[in-house]
């Protein structure tokens, strides 16, 4: 699959394209409400991350991302962080990070592919690059990194994009299969700005195992 099929675009467009935005878009609202709903519940706002707990389970797939960056903290569990990062809020208010120097760089510290549910898995985030001078230095690209123990790494591109293409928005991830029991799946994330105007920014990574 090329990476221009992987892009979903926020605003509506026709055909297979428009039905996966929706489904990410209502997997992305329905992990929201849970989330709002443990708040309410009075659950430790900092407590610890089980960074291998699933943060929502439906019909036909689990969502593996309990540290949604909701809380804002300044030290994560489930995320390794460079400089040239700040806490930041999406167009829609959802949280994440904005790149705020030439290097900036986080990591999804390693998911673990527990015995149940191995398989397909589906590795993606929202992005936002706006630049009213569409400079190549505002640019993000992200990659999953998967070890299979014996075997090695693969590398999976999610996205790679820079302002002198245009802007972008959107839910942008990478179809993962054949993966097994004690396989580690691990996103870098690295991003740039040219401080002149231009916003990169990104969300938590979801790490969706996929049931059929």
Not at 159 to 182: I, R
Request: aromatic share 16%; glycine share 10%; hydrophobic share 35%.
């Amino acid at each position: 699959m090329s990476l221009a099929n992987r892009h979903i675009s926020i605003h509506p467009v026709a055909g297979v394209k428009f039905k996966k935005g929706m489904g990410f878009d209502m997997r992305k609202t329905i992990f929201g409400l849970s989330l709002l709903v443990i708040l309410v519940a009075g659950l430790p706002a900092y407590a610890t991350t089980d960074c291998n707990g699933a943060s929502y389970i439906a019909f036909g797939y689990v969502d593996y991302s309990p540290e949604a960056l909701w809380e804002q903290k300044t030290t994560w569990d489930c995320w390794s962080l460079g400089s040239g990062l700040s806490p930041a809020y999406m167009s829609d208010s959802s949280p994440g990070f904005e790149v705020t120097n030439y290097g900036g760089q986080a990591t999804r510290t390693a998911f673990t592919v527990p015995a149940n549910n191995t398989g397909h898995f589906e590795v993606g985030l929202y992005v936002e690059i706006t630049d009213p001078n569409h400079s190549s230095s505002n640019i993000l690209y992200a990659t999953a990194i998967v070890y299979h123990p014996g075997t090695g790494y693969t590398w999976h591109d999610i996205y790679f994009h820079n302002a002198s293409q245009g802007d972008d928005s959107g839910f942008q991830w990478v179809e993962l299969y054949n993966v097994a029991e004690g396989d580690t799946i691990t996103v870098s994330i690295s991003g740039g700005t040219s401080f002149l105007g231009g916003h990169v920014k990104f969300t938590a990574v979801h790490i969706f195992y996929d049931y059929f």
